[in-house]
């Protein structure tokens, strides 16, 4: 495959562990992201397979952590409480402007097993970036994120189901093999990146089609 020079330069400058944020063209940005607020990245790196991103640390709101064996029946019950603090259920009665994507950190990174924990996560608007409306629930907390520098990227287009993710995550795995960042990223936890919180299941809800997954690395 072609790097451009910037890839290339990247390449280069992480053989001797020097990183270097080069800017690259990417997946094509999610059409929600013209309508509602999303969190904003650059694209360090990228392939046909799979991309790097370096967000900007910004204000999420996080909600519980649900223990279960599959992301389908957990995602509803991980939402449920931030969808109701979106809605108005706070202390000062105000509703949220909704924001997309959602982050689900899935840990540990393997599905079927019975400690897997779901915890989705809520892009906090602008608006209220430098503070959020007080939450009735002491399950739904503040948080800066990311908590890494970089984000290594798949993106999947079908549904959510758990062999979907675990696909997902295994064909990241595969690509990153061979470049630069096979030893930075690890795979201990994974973060499912859905920009249809409606529906997750159905891509053909979401005008793009797709969602993505996503692990974290410094």
């Excluded at 991980?78 to 109701?84: F, H, N, P």
């Excluded at 696909?167 to 990241?172: C, N, P, Q, V």
């Amino acid at each position: 495959m072609m790097f451009s020079l910037c890839n290339a330069l990247c390449f280069l400058m992480f053989l001797f562990v020097v990183p270097l944020e080069c800017k690259s063209e990417g997946y094509e940005p999610a059409s929600n992201c013209s309508t509602v607020e999303c969190p904003p990245y650059v694209v360090i790196y990228s392939q046909k397979e799979f991309e790097i991103r370096s967000y900007k640390e910004a204000l999420w709101v996080s909600g519980p952590k649900i223990l279960n064996t599959s992301f389908v029946p957990a995602f509803p019950n991980a939402i449920l409480t931030l969808d109701a603090y979106y809605g108005g259920k706070n202390v000062q009665h105000v509703k949220i402007d909704k924001t997309a994507p959602i982050f689900v950190d899935v840990q540990p990174a393997l599905y079927y097993v019975q400690n897997t924990t779901y915890t989705a996560n809520y892009y906090v608007p602008k608006r209220y970036q430098n503070g959020i409306p007080t939450p009735l629930s002491p399950e739904i907390k503040p948080v800066k994120l990311p908590k890494y520098k970089y984000a290594a990227v798949n993106r999947i287009t079908f549904g959510l189901l758990d062999d979907a993710i675990f696909l997902g995550l295994t064909a990241l795995k595969r690509s990153l093999q061979g470049t630069p960042y096979q030893r930075a990223a690890t795979f201990n936890q994974v973060t499912v990146v859905t920009y249809n919180p409606y529906s997750p299941n159905d891509p053909s809800i979401n005008s793009d089609g797709f969602n993505e997954v996503l692990v974290w690395f410094d």
